[in-house]
């Protein structure tokens, strides 16, 4: 189990890198042509920071739960990729959508606060573990 999650934060963290390279060049460079604006723009780098937080959130998981015994842990875990899947995911696309000719794509807006709610469920979880710790270890 912890070789597939080690193998999913990696490609999780190469995809950010990716496509924070790809943001920064290949999209810039797209602002003059009005197929991309500024805040599309702005909106494709919080996808890629978002995700990387959460990719590195999911290897801290990892680490504090070695030995694979605490649900909660795996919860947060699981909030985050899901997170990562449809906050970062949605915005790439609705980001992008006047340059891949997908205006349809506009229905992934409501998509994307679910994926932050994700994200601070997980959060919120990694609270509940360390107070479950300390209570077990009073």
Same mark, same amino acid.
């Given at each position: 189990?912890?070789?597939?999650?080690?193998?999913?934060?990696? #490609?999780?963290? +190469?995809? +950010?890198?990716?496509?924070?390279?790809?943001? +920064?060049?290949?999209?810039?460079n797209?602002?003059?042509?009005?197929?991309?604006?500024t805040?599309?723009?702005?909106?494709?780098d919080?996808?890629?920071? &978002?995700?990387?937080?959460?990719?590195?959130?999911?290897?801290?998981?990892?680490?504090? /739960?070695?030995?694979?015994?605490?649900?909660?842990?795996?919860?947060? &875990? /699981?909030? @985050?990729?899901?997170?990562i899947? #449809? @906050?970062?995911g949605s915005? &790439?696309?609705?980001?992008?959508? /006047?340059? #891949?000719?997908?205006?349809? #794509?506009?229905?992934?807006?409501p998509?994307?606060?679910?994926?932050?709610?994700l @994200?601070?469920?997980?959060w919120?979880?990694?609270?509940?573990?360390?107070?479950?710790?300390?209570?077990?270890?009073?």
């Amino acid at each position: 189990m912890i070789q597939k999650q080690f193998i999913t934060i990696g #490609l999780l963290g +190469a995809i +950010a890198v990716a496509l924070g390279a790809l943001g +920064a060049h290949a999209l810039k460079n797209q602002l003059p042509s009005g197929l991309i604006t500024t805040d599309q723009l702005n909106g494709f780098d919080t996808a890629v920071k &978002y995700q990387m937080y959460h990719t590195l959130a999911m290897f801290l998981v990892i680490l504090l /739960n070695k030995d694979n015994s605490k649900k909660i842990l795996k919860y947060a &875990y /699981n909030l @985050f990729f899901w997170g990562i899947i #449809l @906050f970062s995911g949605s915005l &790439y696309f609705l980001c992008t959508r /006047n340059l #891949l000719g997908a205006e349809w #794509l506009k229905f992934l807006g409501p998509i994307t606060p679910i994926g932050g709610i994700l @994200f601070i469920f997980g959060w919120l979880l990694l609270v509940f573990a360390a107070l479950k710790t300390k209570k077990s270890t009073s």
